[in-house]
C-alpha cells in the first residue's frame, strides 16, 4: 500500500536543529509536488515548504534562511533540514505529495495534496 512515513521529530532547544524525514513508500514519485506542512496546538495547518519536480523551492517567510526542503530520488525521500529553531516552530509536521502536479515557485493547499504522512512532532522549547 503506498503511504507516506515521517520520522526525525523530537524536543529541541531554541536555536537547535533537526532533519525531518519523509519516505515513500509502495510508490515512488513521479512528477510529484511535494511538501511540508505543520500545525501548533489550537491552529490550522499550514503549508511550510514545498519542492517542485524541476527543484524549484518554496517557503514561507517566517522559516527562509533556517530551513531547506530537498529530495533524494535514489532513496525516494524527502527531507526538511530546520535550522535556528524557534518556539513558534512547535507543531506536528506532515509531508504530502500529489504526483504529476507542479508547484513552482509557491507552495499549494492542503487540498491539492492526496497523499499524506502520520506526522512527525517537532517542539522547541526556549
Known amino acids: 500500500k503506498e503511504k507516506l512515513v515521517e520520522s526525525g521529530g523530537g524536543s529541541v532547544q531554541a536555536g537547535g536543529s533537526l532533519r525531518l524525514s519523509c519516505e515513500f513508500l509502495?510508490?515512488?514519485?513521479?512528477?510529484?509536488?511535494m511538501a511540508w506542512f505543520r500545525q501548533a496546538p489550537g491552529k490550522e495547518r499550514e503549508g511550510v515548504a514545498a519542492?517542485?519536480?524541476?527543484?524549484?523551492?518554496s517557503y514561507i517567510d517566517s522559516v527562509k534562511g533556517r530551513f531547506t526542503i530537498s529530495n533524494d530520488n535514489a532513496k525516494d525521500t524527502l527531507y526538511l533540514q530546520m535550522n535556528n529553531l524557534k518556539s513558534d516552530d512547535t507543531g506536528m509536521y506532515y509531508c504530502?505529495?500529489?504526483?504529476?502536479?507542479?508547484?513552482?515557485?509557491?507552495?499549494?493547499?492542503?487540498?491539492?495534496?492526496?497523499?499524506w504522512g502520520q506526522g512527525t512532532q517537532v517542539t522547541v522549547s526556549s
Open positions: 504530502a505529495s500529489e504526483p504529476a502536479f507542479s508547484c513552482g515557485g509557491w507552495i499549494p493547499t492542503e487540498a491539492d495534496f492526496g497523499y
Open positions: 509502495g510508490f515512488t514519485p513521479n512528477n510529484d509536488c
Open positions: 519542492f517542485d519536480s524541476t527543484g524549484m523551492t
